[in-house]
């Protein structure tokens, strides 16, 4: 860093000298002390620029982002990819406090209890599904809110009402809606399969609401929806 201080001084430096140095010769071309630094200036220029050819890219692209950026780039996700493949590469284990808080924890159970085997696309649009309604002025305003809201003597998902334990048992698809909910928590996840659906129910019912509404996609066994 020190190295980097000194030659970008340097640069500075001669900038202004090299304007400084023009204004001298539109008068007088005997301007020996001016020249001199200038020559001196230069001579030290050229060795810092050695020494910066030197040092590895790696190093110097390191010390101009920072000390963070390391990490930062470790804990990003990369390109979205609805796969197993990709799921498994996250870098932040599963049941790591790193994953996140309340919201990650209610996503997951959300994902797990709503669309546990219908494969990594399915769980994904559950997930969207929950965060749309998040984004609606219709619904609560946290995902713990939208998962756990009940009114007119139900549950908007049956499973955190039904009576039954709310343990994740199945310790694969516990890890996978795990981390599913953290990428769909990152800022900027995108939300590619439901087209902005808000409902979504299984293929074999077919609830009054759902003619109030527009289809907008099938995955697995259910049906996406979002309002008119």
Not at 29 to 55: C, D, M, W, Y
């Amino acid at each position: 860093m020190n190295l980097l201080k000194t030659w970008t001084g340097a640069v500075v430096a001669l900038a202004v000298l090299g304007g400084a140095v023009h204004a001298e010769v539109t008068v007088s071309r005997s301007n020996g002390p001016t020249a001199l630094i200038s020559s001196q200036f230069a001579s030290l220029f050229g060795a810092e620029h050695k020494t910066i050819e030197a040092v590895p890219e790696a190093q110097l692209t390191s010390l101009a982002l920072g000390p963070d950026a390391a990490s930062r780039s470790a804990a990003a996700p990369g390109p979205l990819e609805y796969t197993d493949e990709y799921l498994a590469s996250l870098p932040v284990p599963a049941g790591s406090a790193d994953w996140g808080g309340a919201d990650w924890d209610c996503l997951r159970k959300a994902i797990y209890f709503e669309a546990r085997g219908e494969g990594v696309e399915g769980e994904f649009a559950v997930a969207e599904v929950i965060l749309n309604r998040m984004d609606s002025p219709l619904y609560p305003k946290t995902i713990c809110g939208v998962v756990e809201q009940a009114g007119h003597g139900a549950c908007a998902f049956s499973w955190v009402c039904d009576g039954y334990s709310d343990v994740m048992r199945d310790g694969v698809s516990a890890d996978r809606a795990g981390r599913i909910a953290w990428v769909m928590l990152q800022p900027g996840a995108p939300r590619l399969l439901t087209g902005g659906a808000t409902y979504f129910h299984t293929r074999h019912v077919r609830p009054d609401w759902s003619h109030d509404v527009v289809q907008t996609a099938a995955i697995g066994s259910h049906l996406f929806y979002r309002q008119p």
